[in-house]
Nanobody, 128 residues
Framework: VQLQASGGGSVQAGGSLRLSCAASGRTFSNTMAWFRQPPGKEREFLGAIRRSAGSAYNTYYSDSVKGRFTISRDNAKITVYLQMRSLKPEDAAVYFC????????????????????WGQGTLVTVSS
């Protein structure tokens, strides 16, 4: 699976951005997630969209972005999105998408080791 993240850029505080993560190479992964990494800091889990029973998907978010960020997927385009609203200067980071064929338990979704594939990252800057 190859992941291509895009959509990063510069935005003023309070603004919005939508990131995309296009997957190719194999069938769509059961779980896809977004992480970010500010300069000099560790990679932080933002949220994930995980396949549940049948063809349904559930989304999960970290407390730091819940209510402001929304993850969705378009199976026809084999793409996962991260809609970000009410952006703050502290949201500035390189944003990564990740994928795995596994369906981790909820408590494991934030573990970077659960993911087999990573996109190259896209930079988001937020000015105050």
């Amino acid at each position: 699976v190859q992941l291509q993240a895009s959509g990063g850029g510069s935005v003023q505080a309070g603004g919005s951005l939508r990131l995309s993560c296009a997957a190719s190479g194999r069938t769509f992964s059961n779980t896809m997630a977004w992480f970010r990494q500010p300069p000099g800091k560790e990679r932080e889990f933002l949220g994930a969209i995980r396949r549940s029973a049948g063809s349904a998907y559930n989304t999960y978010y970290s407390d730091s972005v819940k209510g402001r960020f929304t993850i969705s997927r378009d199976n026809a385009k084999i793409t996962v999105y991260l809609q970000m609203r009410s952006l703050k200067p502290e949201d500035a980071a390189v944003y990564f998408c990740a994928a795995t064929s596994k369906t981790p338990i909820v408590s494991a979704l934030s573990n970077v080791l659960m993911y087999d594939y990573w996109g190259q990252g896209t930079l988001v800057t937020v000015s105050s």
